[in-house]
């Protein structure tokens, strides 16, 4: 890994090398937490979790050839080179700012309320139609997963997509910080995380900690739709490119044509042109992600039929709008997470479906002291939608359930006290033919009422 020697590591988080004189002019070869994927050559970091500490896995790591651990404690007797910190997570953090340094390649940092993967998987699909590109995995998000996403990139990279999750104030700053992105994208500010960020000037307040360390010739994106985002009109000098709906944006859409769940058309207009495209993944919002891509392709050089290529190149993520279509059902996987714009849009696409329409919703976490009535309100409008029936799972979700039948008495609702008494029955809430859209927030742990409609 370039410039990462242990001498060199040592200086960066602050540590104690305590080892083999000579090897600290070695570098390493990969940076892990996990002592599964320890290797020879590599550096493992000892990260004290909730129920697992890493640093009992020590001596297994150093039978398997590892050149240093990352450690919190002093290890007295120890069999390899090792560097002791007070913090792991400040040095992984230290570490993975230093190695991008070294790097020197273009960094896209992404985040918002609604979206960030979808779109960080759209702008990944466009960059990757001229670059190399890696991009976050999965979760791998938060100020842990930042570095380790950060940890994978190696010299023939030519450009990181990273995404960047908060639930609190402080967090992006330290996120922004490691990436120190040359181009930030913010897809949208919402109703997430309220629990901790109290209202939508908190949540923009929060995300925007993305531009503290925003390089002096950054690229700034921004969904001009969103209100809490078209008035910003500059940031250290540099001005937003906008994207949306709206014709007053940079990057415009227009002759959007739903096709199913086949996806959704479109034309995109831009500075250097339009071009008519279909995007593979269903929704309206997929429209907003592709626009966002569009807008950093273009920014990186890429020509229009280079962006019409990576849009029609996207491929779902497991959990994230994942169509799956079974002898019995189409089951449209949206188990990853949920919040209320994000739930309101999946219900408008689950409309578009074959057979009966069924909607299995859980509880969406995280929304503060208004969160009753934010279930209700994703419940009215799902009363006006073309839907068959509606499971409510959790005790949240029995707002969401009158907030149906206020609005909509013919609509067939079920409330299920929790997952388990869901799974068991499972069965006599669908039919053959059935669409069906399995949707909650991640706690809830609806991978499992996925998992169980491709066994029925």
């Given amino acids: 890994m370039k410039g990462l020697t242990l001498k060199r590591i040592a200086e960066v988080c602050g540590g104690k090398y305590m080892g083999n004189a000579e090897d600290a002019s070695r570098e390493v070869v990969s940076i892990t937490t996990d002592s599964r994927k320890a290797e020879i050559g590599g550096l493992f970091a000892a990260i004290k979790g909730e129920r697992v500490d890493g640093h009992d ?33 400040d040095a992984l953090k230290a570490i993975a700012g230093e190695y991008l340094e070294q790097l020197k390649i273009p960094v896209v940092g992404i ?16 960059l990757a139609q001229k670059y190399k590109v890696l991009k976050t995995a999965g979760n791998f998000n938060n100020e842990l997963g930042l570095p380790l996403t950060v940890f994978r990139l190696r010299e023939d990279d030519e450009i990181a997509v990273l995404e960047m999750g908060i639930s609190n104030f402080g967090e992006m700053h330290r996120l922004a910080k490691i990436a120190k992105p040359d181009t930030c994208v913010i897809t949208n500010i919402g109703q997430c995380h309220l629990e901790f960020l109290g209202d939508r000037d908190g949540v923009l307040r929060a995300k925007s900690e993305i531009f503290d360390f925003l390089r002096p010739n950054g690229h700034i994106v921004l969904n001009g739709d969103d209100d809490k985002l078209e008035n910003v009109t500059e940031v250290k000098g540099i001005k937003p490119v906008f994207f949306g709906f709206g014709s007053e944006n940079n990057v415009y859409a227009d002759r959007i044509e739903k096709k199913g769940l086949d996806g959704v058309s479109c034309r995109i207009h831009t500075e250097k042109g339009s071009f008519t495209t279909l995007i593979p993944i269903p929704g309206i919002h997929m429209v907003m992600n592709a626009l966002a891509g569009t807008a950093v392709g273009l920014h990186y050089g890429l020509t229009l039929p280079q962006i019409r290529a990576g849009i029609e190149s996207l491929q779902p993520v497991s959990g994230r709008f994942n169509i799956l279509h079974t002898e019995k059902y189409t089951i449209i996987d949206d188990c990853y997470n949920a919040n209320p714009v994000s739930m309101k849009a999946s219900l408008g696409v689950l409309q578009d479906g074959l057979g009966r329409k069924v909607a299995i919703l859980g509880d ?44 909509n008495a013919q609509m067939q609702v079920i409330c299920v006290e929790n997952l388990q008494q869901l799974l068991q029955q499972l069965p006599q809430f669908v039919e053959d033919g059935d669409t069906v859209l399995v949707k909650a927030s991640h706690f809830m742990h609806f991978e499992k009422v996925v998992e169980k409609l491709t066994q029925m």
Avoid at 74 to 88: A, D, F, H, K, P
Wanted: glycine residues 14%; contains cysteine; proline residues 3%.
């Fill in 57 to 89: 896995f020590i001596p297994s790591v150093f039978e398997k050839g590892a050149l240093c651990v990352i450690s919190e404690h002093e290890l007295l007797g120890s069999s390899g080179n090792y560097i002791q910190v007070e913090s792991t997570l």
């Fill in 111 to 126: 985040t918002g309320s609604v979206g960030k993967t979808s779109t960080k998987e759209m702008i990944a699909a466009v």
């Fill in 364 to 407: 969406m976490g995280e929304l503060g002291p208004e969160e009753e009535l934010l279930h209700r309100g994703v419940g009215e409008y799902a009363g006006g939608l073309d839907i068959d029936c509606c499971i409510c799972v959790g005790p949240l979700c029995r707002n969401l359930a009158e907030g149906i039948t206020s609005v």
